[in-house]
């Protein structure tokens, strides 16, 4: 396992600056749900206490959420809200035109979603032969923490698939399995050869299966005690000086938006604390069918890969993990926080691999900007930036605002 360190965070968020606007953005996703991919069809239904409370503080704005047609015993899940497919220009949703080419496509590339709302994708490459990579990305990560959660998406991905016994069934196969968790985004993957190198047993079922045991997995008291320990650990290990000083400049950066109070490694006292419920009620709230995207490369059979892909993830419920949520103040708080990253982030506007931040920058002069990307600040009721000051927050002193330019202010600040 591992999570991302300021680093390649850092990169990654340079690349990722330079394409969103810069102003502050929002979506308002169409309700017509039901759009066809490329090789199936997504059917939609259109049927709409600890301690800390997000819920006290923002008021309650909840508002209906569509499901995945499931159960129809079952409530729709808190936190499902219609968006871009994360497949993007491979459907089901139709996109905005660009004004610039756009990159070409793959010609032998698959792609589709389950009838439960998980997407896929598969490109058959022979090189090297007799070998695949499988990845399960899920869309949530430390930016998508509550309050009280703050180091639970790297904890869940541990207990999901360091702890797995299907994943321990790949050992000594000559593959290679290993997850990580960023801000915006949780990893699983396996690198595996085609068959098993002394019994001759097709491994894409036993990897998908490993895949699969993270989408369900169970959150046993001995199993989250061995996986608090190695995180615990990992905390100690990167707690170095230039690590602090990185996360104090990244801080800075980000200082408007969610990023700057969010880093995947989290607080020591609240994962000292959780318990079993609060790591499933984390992993049911985001590990669900509309929240991931399945990437399968290598020398592979696309239609029989499909086959497996269905018979393996297609029991996969959204309504299924929302009735297992089981600490109910910490599903409401979910609810609020997935109304306002549809109703006001660059993950919503721009695609679904971005994170829930939005970014309050001035707009260049002349530049011309879609006003429904722009949202005034007054106008959201949650505090999706988290600009508030809350009970777990570093300790930092803010100096003086100034304004450096016409309509360019800065906020400098010191970390105490």
Not at 191 to 206: A, S, V
Not at 227 to 248: G, K, P
Request: hydrophobic content about 35%; some cysteine.
């Amino acid at each position: 396992m591992r999570f991302s360190s300021p680093v390649s965070v850092f990169l990654g968020a340079a690349v990722y600056f330079a394409t969103v606007l810069p102003t502050t953005l929002s979506f308002s996703p169409s309700q017509q749900w039901g759009m066809q991919t490329r090789q199936s069809p997504v059917v939609l239904n259109q049927e709409g206490k600890g301690s800390f409370s997000l819920a006290n503080l923002f008021g309650e704005n909840g508002a209906p959420t569509p499901s995945l047609r499931g159960n129809k015993h079952l409530e729709p899940h808190p936190s499902v809200r219609p968006h871009i497919s994360p497949l993007n220009r491979l459907g089901p949703d139709e996109q905005k035109p660009l004004k610039s080419e756009p990159l070409p496509l793959h010609p032998n590339v698959r792609a589709g979603t389950l009838p439960n709302g998980l997407p896929y994708v598969i490109l058959p490459n022979k090189s090297p032969p007799g070998r695949f990579e499988a990845h399960l990305q899920v869309f949530s990560g430390s930016a998508d923490e509550l309050e009280p959660q703050q180091g639970i998406a790297h904890l869940t991905e541990h207990v999901a698939y360091m702890g797995s016994r299907k994943r321990e069934l790949l050992f000594g196969t000559g593959s290679q399995t290993n997850a990580y968790t960023d801000f915006h985004h949780t990893v699983f993957y396996a690198i595996c050869p085609n068959k098993t190198p002394r019994t001759g047993i097709p491994m894409l079922p036993m990897a998908l299966d490993a895949l699969v045991d993270v989408m369900e997995a169970r959150v046993e008291s001995s199993r989250l005690e061995k996986e608090r320990a190695a995180v615990l650990s990992e905390m100690t290990m990167v707690n170095t000086i230039e690590y602090r000083v990185e996360c104090q400049i990244l801080s800075t950066l980000h200082r408007e938006n969610r990023l700057a109070k969010r880093f995947p490694i989290g607080k020591e006292s609240l994962i000292r604390s959780w318990q079993p419920d609060d790591v499933k009620s984390w992993h049911r709230t985001h590990y669900r069918p509309d929240n991931v995207l399945l990437y399968l490369v290598g020398d592979v059979d696309p239609d029989e890969a499909e086959k497996i892909i269905a018979e393996k993830f297609g029991r996969l419920s959204a309504e299924k993990q929302g009735a297992e949520i089981k600490l109910k103040d910490i599903k409401e708080q979910a609810k609020h926080l997935a109304d306002a990253v549809v109703g006001g982030t660059v993950k919503a506007s721009g695609s679904w691999h971005y994170p829930p931040v939005r970014h309050d920058w001035n707009i260049a002069k002349g530049m011309e900007v879609d006003e429904k990307l722009i949202i005034p600040a007054d106008k959201l009721d949650y505090d999706i930036g988290l600009q508030k000051s809350y009970p777990l927050d570093e300790d930092v002193f803010f100096l003086k605002t100034e304004e450096v330019a016409p309509g360019k202010k800065i906020r400098p600040h010191i970390f105490r």
